[in-house]
């Protein structure tokens, strides 16, 4: 076994020198690209599960005890390894991901108006829809008994919605698109 303490600027040119070898690693972030990478310089490159090898850690957690645990772990022939993602997997997977975050803004958004205008004693029932249609109705009606400031404000609020909403529907067609052209998507949407 060989010890040895590496930045990550070094990792690379280190193991483009040795052999072609099993290089074992923990999923997180940024491991997929690193698994892409080293397999370029022709060695296995395995991902294990973070909780398939803290049972290999000896004792405290730290950088060279999980070293030795992911070596130990990466070498039992039992072990689940994860499946290293493509650049394009990867791709698909900010996509859904960034487009949950947008729906996480747009619900709290959502939220806080609803708080806002229940405290003027105005009620709106849940979901977008509903919040969107009572909305137009406030900032429309002017007999609506609501101060310069708050319909100003709420009329900010409601351009924000409008703006998530829209950046959702552009996310929803990328998924779309993506859908289209994977032929993985396709056969799953066959069966």
């Given amino acids: 076994m060989l010890r040895k303490q590496l930045t990550r600027k070094q990792v690379l ?3 483009a020198r040795l052999e072609p070898c099993l ?9 997929h690209y690193w698994a892409r990478e080293i397999a370029k ?9 973070p909780h398939f090898v803290k049972p290999y850690r000896k004792s405290q957690k730290n950088d060279g005890n999980d070293a030795e645990a992911i070596c130990e772990a ?9 499946p290293v993602k493509s650049g394009s997997q990867q791709d ?5 991901r960034i487009r949950f975050q947008l729906i996480k803004w747009r619900t709290a958004l959502a939220n806080e108006i609803r708080g806002l205008l229940g405290e003027y004693g105005i009620v709106v029932a849940r979901g977008i829809a509903p919040l969107r249609r009572e909305l137009s109705r406030l900032l429309d ?3 609506i008994q609501l101060s310069g400031l708050f319909r100003e404000m709420l009329a900010e609020l409601a351009e924000r919605l409008k703006h998530l909403d829209e950046r959702i529907h552009e996310y929803d067609l990328k998924v779309e698109r993506v859908f289209g052209q994977d032929e993985r998507c396709q056969r799953l949407a066959k069966s």
């Avoid at 310089?41 to 599960?49: D, N, P």
């Avoid at 698909?92 to 859904?96: D, E, G, Y």
């Fill in 13 to 15: 040119p280190f193991l």
């Fill in 92 to 96: 698909v997977q900010a996509l859904h």
């Fill in 74 to 82: 990466a070498g039992r022939r039992s072990m689940r390894f994860v």
């Fill in 23 to 31: 290089v074992g690693m923990e999923a997180c972030g940024g491991a």
């Fill in 41 to 49: 310089l022709g060695h296995a490159a395995r991902l294990m599960s």
């Fill in 141 to 143: 009606d002017g007999a």
